[in-house]
């Protein structure tokens, strides 16, 4: 061997402190340190030495040399090249930290931005447990692991680390179908507009479309009045209970009716009530048929108000009513207990014996609304009246229900009054 072959050997193998054109990958030493797909620009310039130095004086093959970095901090060794404001309160924290190789592989790597797995969750999950809770609804990119579709590494002015700065621009990013539906209703839900994570984990739940609760609870979370007027309460409509509970009227997120409803409300409560229910030893008539059958219907009911009288919710009343209206045949007279038809109608129908005018139901002047109902033992409204509506003139009813029998009212209208023979007394006719 020439001596100046020899000596250039020498100086590679006993180099004590290797500069810069000092090669670490050669045919046996780090070969495999810049063979992925992905490898760090200064490493691909085999630039070892933008990060490390030889701390030592041993050789550089031999055991125990020590390549340490150029900083304590690997984070100083990465910023001398990388501008990243570590002072940034709005970072993510382990950013800010100098804790870059928790994400980042400094050689190489098979991913994007030298990161150290091959699914971005896979790095997070190292610190959040985001995704890795075992619940039964995962939303479609968090089950793949694609965080980084919604979040950024390092972070920026965003709340959370996201890619944009309104929640809702985010999901209408991908939900473009759920956007347009939304946007067509003539109203829109106040939490929607507000954000969907109001309803929605953006990540996992429990529920079904990864809501943060169901109905009721979901909704009572921000309406306790509601749950208070329905909870507890004497009469309790079982909409509110079964199936669907508040989604068996109202839609999530908008509507194109008033209250956010699937359908006018007339339509709506027709819709189960179009068949007689069980309800306990009663049966309530199917309202649809009854309707049908009973053409002249209460104003309220020609305006299609079921609400008008109902509260949907729930009441203290009987039958979901807004206002008292005795259950009974006869009750002693209290212009309390009729509340529910006073709300519409003038009180002094009742109130005044004597009348020309407050009401037709009188003989000469004669109130027989007084008659009949301001007394101890007095016949309430429904003894006489339909309140949904019926065949007769003014709602009168066929029949009433007096203990186990119909009684029939038989009442007809005249030219200037009316009659009736009803299973209370007699024919009697009056004449205004
Ligand atoms: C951008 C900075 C940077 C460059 C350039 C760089 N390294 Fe590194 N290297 C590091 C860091 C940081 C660590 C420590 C990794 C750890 O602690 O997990 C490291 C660790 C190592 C290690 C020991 C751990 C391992 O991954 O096997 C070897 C060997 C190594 N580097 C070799 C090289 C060689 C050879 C080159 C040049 C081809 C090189 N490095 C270039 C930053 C760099
Ligand atoms: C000597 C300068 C230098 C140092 C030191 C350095 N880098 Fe880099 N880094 C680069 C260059 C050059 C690029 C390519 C820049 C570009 O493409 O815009 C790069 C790119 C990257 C990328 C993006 C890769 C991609 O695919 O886009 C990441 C991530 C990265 N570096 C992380 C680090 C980390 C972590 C450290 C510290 C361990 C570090 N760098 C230290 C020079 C450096
Ligand atoms: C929590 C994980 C995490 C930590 C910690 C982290 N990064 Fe990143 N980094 C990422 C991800 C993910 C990307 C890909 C781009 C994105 O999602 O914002 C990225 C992108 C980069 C890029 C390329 C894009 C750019 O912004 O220029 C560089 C360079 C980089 N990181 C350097 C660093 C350095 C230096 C540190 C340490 C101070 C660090 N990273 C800490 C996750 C991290
Ligand atoms: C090395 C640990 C670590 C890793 C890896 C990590 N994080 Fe974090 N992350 C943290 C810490 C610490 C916080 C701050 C928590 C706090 O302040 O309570 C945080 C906070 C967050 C926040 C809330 C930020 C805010 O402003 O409220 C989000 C979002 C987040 N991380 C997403 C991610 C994503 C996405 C990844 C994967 C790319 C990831 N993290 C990887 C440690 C980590
Ligand atoms: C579809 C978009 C989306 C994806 C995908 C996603 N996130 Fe989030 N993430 C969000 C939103 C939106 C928030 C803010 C939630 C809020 O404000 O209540 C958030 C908040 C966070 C937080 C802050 C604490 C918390 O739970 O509220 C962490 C940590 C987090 N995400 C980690 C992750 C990790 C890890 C992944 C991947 C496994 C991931 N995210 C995937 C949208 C997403
Ligand atoms: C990167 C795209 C993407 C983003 C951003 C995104 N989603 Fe999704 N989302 C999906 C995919 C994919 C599915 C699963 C496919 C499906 O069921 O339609 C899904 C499913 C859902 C579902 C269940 C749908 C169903 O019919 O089962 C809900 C609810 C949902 N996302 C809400 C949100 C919310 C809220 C946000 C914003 C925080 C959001 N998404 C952001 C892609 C995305
Ligand atoms: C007030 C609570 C609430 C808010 C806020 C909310 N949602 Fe929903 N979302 C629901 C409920 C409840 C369901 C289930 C509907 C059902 O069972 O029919 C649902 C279902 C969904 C579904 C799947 C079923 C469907 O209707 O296609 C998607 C997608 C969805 N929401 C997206 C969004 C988006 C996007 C936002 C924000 C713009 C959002 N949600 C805001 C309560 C909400
Ligand atoms: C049987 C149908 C039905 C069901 C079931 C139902 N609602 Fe309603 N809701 C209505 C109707 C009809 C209105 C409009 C009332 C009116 O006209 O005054 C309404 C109005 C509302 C309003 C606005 C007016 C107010 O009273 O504050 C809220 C809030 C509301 N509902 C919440 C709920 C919640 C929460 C649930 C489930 C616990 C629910 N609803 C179940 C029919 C229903
Ligand atoms: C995050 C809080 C929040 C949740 C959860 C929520 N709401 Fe609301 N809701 C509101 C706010 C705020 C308004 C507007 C103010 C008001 O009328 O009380 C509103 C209004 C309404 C209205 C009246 C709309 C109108 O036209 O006046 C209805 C009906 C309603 N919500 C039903 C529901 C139902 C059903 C659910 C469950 C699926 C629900 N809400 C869940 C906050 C919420
Ligand atoms: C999703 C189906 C559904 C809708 C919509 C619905 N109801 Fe009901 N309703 C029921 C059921 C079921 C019962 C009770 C039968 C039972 O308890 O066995 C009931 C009972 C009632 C009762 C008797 C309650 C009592 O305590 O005496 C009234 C009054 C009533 N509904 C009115 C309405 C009105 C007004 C609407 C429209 C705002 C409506 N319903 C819409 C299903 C519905
Ligand atoms: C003018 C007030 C008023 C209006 C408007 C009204 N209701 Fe009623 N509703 C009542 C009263 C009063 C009762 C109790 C009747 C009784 O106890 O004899 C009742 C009872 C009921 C019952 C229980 C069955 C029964 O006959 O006792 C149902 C179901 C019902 N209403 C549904 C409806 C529907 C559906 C609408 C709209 C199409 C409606 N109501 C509109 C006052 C009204
Ligand atoms: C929500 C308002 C409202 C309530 C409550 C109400 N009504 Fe009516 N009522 C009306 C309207 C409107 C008319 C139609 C008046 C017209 O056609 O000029 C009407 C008409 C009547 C008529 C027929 C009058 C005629 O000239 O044909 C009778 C009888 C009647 N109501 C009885 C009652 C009784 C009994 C109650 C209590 C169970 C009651 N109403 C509760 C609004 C109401
Ligand atoms: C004994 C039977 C009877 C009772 C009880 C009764 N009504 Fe009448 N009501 C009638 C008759 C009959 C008419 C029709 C009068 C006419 O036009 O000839 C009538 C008419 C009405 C009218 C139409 C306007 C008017 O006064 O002419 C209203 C409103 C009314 N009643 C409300 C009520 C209310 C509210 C109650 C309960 C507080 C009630 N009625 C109790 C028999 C009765």
Same mark, same amino acid.
């Given at each position: ?13 006993? +180099? ?39 701390? =030592? ?106 890619? @944009? ?90 509507? =194109? ?59 203290? =009343? ?14 002693? @007279? ?26 037709? @139901? ?31 003139? @003014? ?14 009212? =038989?009442?007809?209208?005249?030219? +200037? ?16």
């Amino acid at each position: 061997m020439k001596n100046s072959i020899r000596l250039i050997l020498l100086i590679i193998f006993f +180099n004590p402190l290797p500069g810069a054109a000092q090669t670490c990958i050669t045919t046996e030493c780090h070969t495999e340190i810049n063979q992925k797909q992905l490898v760090h620009v200064p490493v691909e310039e085999e630039d070892c030495q933008a990060c490390h130095e030889q701390k =030592n004086k041993k050789h550089p093959k031999a055991r125990g040399a020590d390549f340490g970095l150029t900083e304590t901090d690997v984070v100083d060794v990465c910023t001398t090249c990388h501008d990243i404001d570590l002072e940034n309160p709005e970072l993510h924290k382990p950013v800010t930290e100098g804790m870059c190789l928790s994400c980042h592989n400094p050689h190489q790597s098979e991913s994007p931005y030298l990161l150290k797995e091959k699914t971005v969750s896979a790095i997070c999950v190292q610190c959040h447990d985001t995704g890795t809770r075992d619940l039964p609804h995962v939303h479609g990119p968090v089950a793949v692991g694609a965080c980084e579709v919604c979040h950024q590494g390092h972070g920026n002015m965003n709340n959370s680390l996201l890619v @944009f700065k309104e929640v809702n621009d985010l999901c209408y990013d991908c939900h473009t179908i759920k956007q347009d539906e939304i946007g067509n209703y003539n109203q829109i839900h106040d939490p929607v507009e507000e954000s969907c994570v109001n309803c929605h984990d953006p990540h996992e739940s429990e529920y079904p479309y990864q809501l943060t609760d169901v109905a009721p609870e979901l909704c009572f979370s921000c309406h306790g009045a509601i749950e208070d007027m329905s909870e507890n309460v004497l009469s309790q409509h079982k909409a509110l209970k079964e199936d669907r509970t508040c989604l068996n009227c109202h839609l999530p997120h908008g509507s =194109n009716y008033q209250y956010n409803l699937k359908q006018e409300t007339f339509d709506l409560c027709l819709g189960c009530h179009d068949k007689p229910m069980k309800f306990g030893r009663v049966t309530i008539p199917g309202m649809k048929k009854f309707l049908e059958k009973n053409t002249d219907w209460h104003g309220p009911i020609r305006d299609k108000d079921c609400s008008g009288c109902h509260n949907p919710h729930g009441s203290v =009343n009987i039958r979901l009513l807004r206002y008292f209206y005795p259950p009974e045949f006869y009750t002693s @007279f209290n212009i309390d207990k009729y509340q529910l038809c006073f709300q519409c109608h003038p009180e002094t129908n009742v109130l005044d014996k004597n009348t020309t005018k407050l009401t037709n @139901f009188r003989d000469g002047t004669r109130n027989l609304h007084y008659l009949h109902v301001n007394r101890a033992k007095g016949r309430t409204c429904r003894a006489c009246h339909q309140t949904h509506a019926s065949n007769h003139a @003014f709602h009168i009813r066929d029949t009433v229900p007096f203990g186990r029998w119909q009684l029939p009212i =038989n009442y007809v209208a005249t030219e +200037n009054g009316g009659k009736c023979s009803p299973g209370c007394h007699k024919l009697k006719e009056y004449k205004r």
